[in-house]
């Protein structure tokens, strides 16, 4: 593939991502490569006017998300610092409904993935 067309790809992606989540409060929550996901945001202009928070802790995130008032995205990697990404978005949705939960899967298949779409329903 040239090398043009992988970057109009990856330009368009972020722009996707950018515009879904541009007015809405975000959680990241990722272990171990958070510093990395979070400089490439900035990088790529995924600032907003709202809240961005980002932790690798489930215990970190958890503490933060029971202090807010209003639905978040969460975006979760499947295994934190202290724990499991899918126990996290798991303890979110019971706090409020409205948090939208993105789980970041490192090995398809098996049962975080079966956990994952019964959590998604």
């Known amino acids: ?3 043009n067309k992988l970057d109009t790809s990856d330009f368009e992606k ?3 991502i950018r515009s879904l989540i541009d007015d809405q409060d975000l959680l990241i ?3 171990p490569h958070l510093f990395a996901v979070e400089q490439m945001l900035r990088l ?3 600032h907003s006017s709202r809240i961005r928070r980002f932790h ?3 215990a970190e995130a958890m503490a933060y998300i029971k202090t807010v008032d209003t639905p978040h995205w969460l ?3 499947e295994q934190l610092r202290d724990g499991s990404g899918l126990d996290l978005l ?3 949705k019971r706090l409020s409904n409205e948090h939208l939960g993105l789980l970041l899967i490192n090995r398809p298949g098996g049962s975080n ?3 994952a779409r019964k959590l998604s329903t």
């Open 56 to 58: 690798d802790s489930r």
């Open 1 to 3: 593939m040239p090398r």
């Open 75 to 77: 975006l979760v990697s």
């Open 113 to 115: 993935l079966r956990l």
């Open 44 to 46: 790529f202009g995924m």
């Open 29 to 31: 929550c990722l272990y």
């Open 14 to 16: 972020a722009r996707r």
């Open 90 to 92: 798991r303890d979110c």
